[in-house]
Nanobody, 116 residues
Framework: VQLQASGGGSVQAGGSLRLSCAAS????????MGWYRQAPGQEREFVAS????????DYADSVKDRFTISRDNTKNTVSLQMNSLKPEDTALYYC??????????WGQGTLVTVSS
């Protein structure tokens, strides 16, 4: 299984970024997908997830109403639109494949840096 994340970068507070993840090696349309992040010196934490059918999404309270997760089962991709970014959103963001709501597969991470 490969999860290739892209779209990270540097942005000023209040700006936006869109992360994308291309998945291969799994039956993508049957997997819950998500994003986790790890800030410097912190534990990895859940950001958002989306069910296989795209009918339900879940978000960490810290990103609710600012981030939107979506997927395209025809292209085997999952995306994270991040708006109103804050310096505390600075982290390495990982695309994950979830099983029983827990990460089973991890991508390599893409760095998001938000300056004040």
């Amino acid at each position: 299984v490969q999860l290739q994340a892209s779209g990270g970068g540097s942005v000023q507070a209040g700006g936006s970024l869109r992360l994308s993840c291309a998945a291969s090696g799994l039956t993508f349309s049957t997997w819950r997908m998500g994003w986790y992040r790890q800030a410097p010196g912190q534990e990895r934490e859940f950001v958002a997830s989306i069910r296989a059918s795209s009918s339900r999404t879940d978000y960490a309270d810290s990103v609710k109403d600012r981030f939107t997760i979506s997927r395209d089962n025809t292209k085997n991709t999952v995306s994270l639109q991040m708006n109103s970014l804050k310096p505390e959103d600075t982290a390495l963001y990982y695309c994950v494949g979830l099983y029983d709501r827990a990460p089973k597969y991890w991508g390599q991470g893409t760095l998001v840096t938000v300056s004040s």
